[in-house]
């Protein structure tokens, strides 16, 4: 049974930062992709940024800039350090974790991160 666990959400001012990590375990398999997707109060949860093996990355056009991933190695864990925060990118954050290519995969439990002054 493979988990997610997300950590590093939290309440900070409009131009902070904050690191969200995220940890899957219970596969002996290294994931393909793993990614964060966010979702905010009366909207669909959408793409923010995801890693797939070999390191390509993908973000959403409005975190371009300010929001990084990395993965640990082989390790699967993955990361998404956010600077520069604005209101707008208040939302439930979810990591998401892909076996294989072209499998929905796993999610996590979801960390609240909140921007606001």
């Known amino acids: 049974q493979v988990q997610l666990v997300e950590s590093g959400g939290g309440l900070v001012q409009p131009g902070g930062s904050l690191r969200l990590s995220c940890v899957a375990s219970?596969?002996?398999?290294?994931?393909?992709?793993m990614g964060w997707y966010r979702q905010a109060p009366g909207k669909q949860r959408e793409l923010v940024a995801r890693?797939?093996?070999?390191?390509?990355?993908n973000y959403d056009d409005t975190v371009k800039g300010r929001f990084t991933i990395a993965r640990d190695g082989g390790e699967n864990t993955v990361y998404l350090q956010m600077n520069n925060l604005k209101p707008e990118d208040t939302a439930v954050y979810y990591c998401?974790?892909?076996?294989?290519?072209?499998?929905?995969?796993?999610w996590g439990q979801g960390t609240q991160v909140t921007v606001s002054s």
């Open positions: 890693i797939i093996a070999g390191g390509s990355t």
């Open positions: 219970g596969s002996v398999f290294s994931m393909f992709g």
């Open positions: 998401n974790a892909v076996p294989f290519p072209g499998t929905e995969g796993y």
